[in-house]
């Protein structure tokens, strides 16, 4: 089986210095390797596709073979990382807290630790990150 944190090491070192940033990186039993990328402004199919051949420029299919796919942070993912909240900054989010309670609103700050989410009656709420199970953002059509 191909090692998760095999595929992490190689993804962040192609990464490095770039406005693109690892997510997630998934390997089931049977190596189907799922890796999520993000970025602070775009990503594009290009990107995907140079990350994916970067990826496999350093696998042997001979020696194990393999399913890839790189794909992007998609509309109704949670995020997962600090950085994912900062480039959200100004999104309308939805944050389901570890009590199971969810809070509605701008995410208007994030300094690393804490949140806060401005309430469309003027109000905002402040939150530790601890306390936050899961955050995506909502789209309102």
Do not use: P
Not at 69 to 87: I, P
Not at 112 to 141: H, M, P, W, Y
């Amino acid at each position: 089986m191909i090692n998760g944190k095999f595929i992490e090491n190689l993804v962040d070192e192609f990464l490095n210095g770039k406005e693109l940033f690892l997510v997630s990186v998934k390997v089931s039993k049977n190596n189907i390797i799922t890796v999520t990328i993000d970025s602070d402004n775009k990503v594009t199919v290009e990107s995907c596709i140079e990350v994916s051949k970067f990826i496999e420029k350093h696998l042997d299919r001979d020696k194990e073979d393999f399913e890839l796919t790189v794909t992007s942070f998609g509309l109704g993912d949670f995020f997962t990382l600090g950085r994912q909240y900062k480039k959200n900054i100004g999104e309308n989010v939805e944050v389901v807290l570890k009590d199971g309670t969810k809070e509605n609103g701008i995410l208007s700050a994030f300094d690393g630790q804490n949140l806060t989410i401005a309430k469309k009656t003027d109000t905002s709420i402040n939150l530790d990150i601890n306390e936050v199970d899961k955050t995506r953002i909502v789209f309102n059509f």
